[in-house]
């Protein structure tokens, strides 16, 4: 499976971002599509999940509540809406996905996100 990252760029604090994910290939219900990120002098980190079957999602103290993931099956895409933006949000994003827990099997390019203050 290759995964191809989209959306990413500069925006305010409070402000809001989406993020796509593509799929190359069809998804067994299996799997499971997610978002890691990496900020600068950091170590990379889990952002969120989600569940190709059930659509269940999961997500990490710091996002809950900001940041939502959905996927279309039939488009074979996530999509990542991120809101009430902080600078601390700054970073590579990299989709991510894998048929287990955690989800890093596959690693698509990363995406930057910036967030001034």
């Known amino acids: 499976v290759q995964l191809q990252a989209s959306g990413g760029g500069l925006v305010q604090a409070g402000g809001s971002l989406n993020l796509t994910c593509q799929a190359s290939?069809?998804?067994?219900?299996?799997?499971?599509m997610g978002w890691f990120r990496q900020a600068p002098g950091k170590e990379r980190e889990f952002v969120i999940s989600i569940r190709w079957g059930s659509g269940r999602t999961n997500s990490a103290d710091s996002v809950r509540g900001r940041f939502t993931i959905s996927r279309d099956r039939t488009e074979n895409t996530a999509n990542l809406q991120m809101t009430s933006l902080k600078p601390e949000d700054t970073a590579v994003y990299y989709c991510?996905?894998?048929?287990?827990?955690?989800?890093?099997?596959?690693w698509g390019q990363g995406t930057l996100v910036t967030v001034s203050s």
């Open positions: 991510t996905g894998g048929s287990s827990w955690p989800p890093d099997r596959h």
């Open positions: 290939e069809r998804l067994f219900s299996s799997y499971i």
